[in-house]
């Protein structure tokens, strides 16, 4: 999960792609995840809990990111497999959460106690 997180970070789509299942690497295309890691600022991952055995495994985490004036946060249960002895994305089950408005004089969200503009503000 982190490495993913930090392909995301980096906006290396391809590296996204190729830790997709085989199963659900078409469903995936390496445009889609380029054009969201080129739209977000992501500023944070909490990961919650992990289980595995030797073929599959969980992960709930929390990403946090800024989409335009947005503070966001992705809060998914995500499902891995074992291909070719390596752990590969299946899917995940998104948890809502509310998006939070910032404006350039509110407190940065990121919690780093400076201000928006001064902090993440583009």
């Avoid at 290396?12 to 830790?19: P, S």
């Avoid at 074992?82 to 509310?98: F, Q, S």
């Avoid at 503009?117 to 583009?122: I, L």
């Amino acid at each position: 999960m982190r490495s993913r997180y930090s392909a995301y970070v980096t906006k290396n789509a391809k590296y996204v792609y190729h830790t997709y299942a085989s199963e659900k690497k078409a469903e995936n295309p390496i445009k889609e995840i380029k054009d969201f890691a080129n739209s977000c600022r992501f500023v944070g991952l909490d990961v919650v809990s992990t289980n595995y055995d030797d073929s599959q495994g969980s992960v709930e985490f929390k990403a946090h990111y800024f989409y335009q004036n947005l503070y966001c946060e992705l809060h998914e249960h995500s499902r891995f497999i074992k291909e070719d002895d390596k752990w590969r994305y299946i899917d995940g089950t998104i948890l809502p959460v509310a998006d939070i408005k910032v404006s350039r004089n509110d407190n940065c969200p990121c919690g780093s106690g400076k201000k928006y503009k001064k902090c993440h503000s583009v």
